[in-house]
T-cell receptor
Framework: AQSVTQLGSHVSVSEGALVLLRCNYSSSVPPYLFWYVQYPNQGLQLLLKYTSAATLVKGINGFEAEFKKSETSFHLTKPSAHMSDAAEYFCAVSDGAGGYNKLIFGAGTRLAVHP | DAGITQSPRHKVTETGTPVTLRCHQTENHRYMYWYRQDPGHGLRLIHYSYGVKDTDKGEVSDGYSVSRSKTEDFLLTLESATSSQTSVYFC????????????FGSGTRLTVV
């Protein structure tokens, strides 16, 4: 069965520092992988998604993620953190092919950005 | 933004009462999903729908039922609310299934006292 593990429930960085949020997945089929962001009191917004077209995926707000099959990882990075990046981030994997599949979410990582 | 709205946004209810949450979309998407969000658990799937009158259970479906009589509406009912169902509930829609990604509603914060 597909699953997602996000390492670190809380990550704190200084403004301008590198952001690295870790996600490892388990999948019995070639995975579709996603990162979502949730700002306080809002729903989740799609940051980026991997669908096998390219291993390095660029998303919104300067974020990117690299798919590494050998490490079963899909870590999210941003070169320079902004205060506005403070939010909760969720990694997700699709549980199969076709239309009847669902997204399986990790437990989330809360990112704090300090001045 | 995609047209997806959830109602109500906040609700407080008493243990043992039935509660219905509504998800309404204007995108004509086939797939709709209900998740609950709890600290430390991320989002967990309650029920989903792949068309009018076509629904199936997710991983945490006990105590919940759903109905979809129209493409645009997906209702989640707590048959007899319990304190363990205090949570934030999110509806999501997808045009072609999960591989396309989801668009989420703003959520309903439900408190069962």
């Amino acid at each position: 069965a597909q699953s997602v593990t996000q390492l670190g429930s809380h990550v704190s960085v200084s403004e301008g520092a590198l952001v690295l949020l870790r996600c490892n997945y388990s999948s019995s089929v070639p995975p579709y992988l996603f990162w979502y962001v949730q700002y306080p009191n809002q729903g989740l917004q799609l940051l980026l998604k991997y669908t096998s077209a390219a291993t390095l995926v660029k998303g919104i707000n300067g974020f990117e993620a690299e798919f590494k099959k050998s490490e079963t990882s899909f870590h999210l990075t941003k070169p320079s953190a902004h205060m506005s990046d403070a939010a909760e981030y969720f990694c997700a994997v699709s549980d199969g092919a076709g239309g009847y599949n669902k997204l399986i979410f990790g437990a989330g990582t809360r990112l704090a950005v300090h001045p | 933004d995609a047209g997806i709205t959830q109602s109500p946004r906040h609700k407080v209810t008493e243990t043992g009462t039935p509660v219905t949450l509504r998800c309404h979309q204007t995108e004509n998407h086939r797939y709709m999903y209900w998740y609950r969000q709890d600290p430390g658990h991320g989002l967990r799937l309650i029920h989903y729908s792949y068309g009018v009158k076509d629904t199936d259970k997710g991983e945490v479906s006990d105590g919940y039922s759903v109905s979809r009589s129209k493409t645009e509406d997906f209702l989640l009912t707590l048959e007899s609310a319990t304190s363990s169902q205090t949570s934030v509930y999110f509806c999501a829609i997808s045009e072609g299934g999960a591989n396309y990604g989801y668009t989420f509603g703003s959520g309903t914060r439900l408190t069962v006292v």
